[in-house]
Nanobody
Framework: QVHLVESGGGSVQSGGSLRLSCVIS????????MGWFRQVPGHGREGVAA??????TLYAESVKGRFTISRDKVNTMYLQMNALKPEDTAMYYC???????????????????WGQGTQVTVSA
């Protein structure tokens, strides 16, 4: 069974920074494509960033240049969020699936495993 646990959310002022972490556990998960998504009430989950085992990355246009996704060689993925804006306020989820990342890996339907989420709130 694959499990993901996020941490690092919180409240910051506009322009501030936060670093989210996601620990994945389970068999053979080092080869999984992993990603970060966010959701606000009444809206669908938006893909923020994805990262392959080899380190290649995808970003949503709205976060390019401000957010950086990374993962270590063991079991943790990170999302460094800088220059945060009020519109970044959302519940952030990490997710994973057992195949290689591809150009469509910012689509939530691709992912099988999800964490419980961590809230990020950015005040003006």
């Amino acid at each position: 069974q694959v499990h993901l646990v996020e941490s690092g959310g919180g409240s910051v002022q506009s322009g501030g920074s936060l670093r989210l972490s996601c620990v994945i556990s389970g068999p053979n998960t080092r080869d999984y494509c992993m990603g970060w998504f966010r959701q606000v009430p009444g809206h669908g989950r938006e893909g923020v960033a994805a990262i392959a085992t080899a380190g290649s990355t995808l970003y949503a246009e709205s976060v390019k240049g401000r957010f950086t996704i990374s993962r270590d060689k063991v079991n943790t993925m990170y999302l460094q969020m800088n220059a945060l804006k009020p519109e970044d306020t959302a519940m952030y989820y990490c997710a994973a699936y057992s195949r290689m990342c591809y150009s469509g890996s910012l689509g939530s339907a691709t992912y099988k495993y999800w964490g419980q989420g961590t809230q990020v709130t950015v005040s003006a």
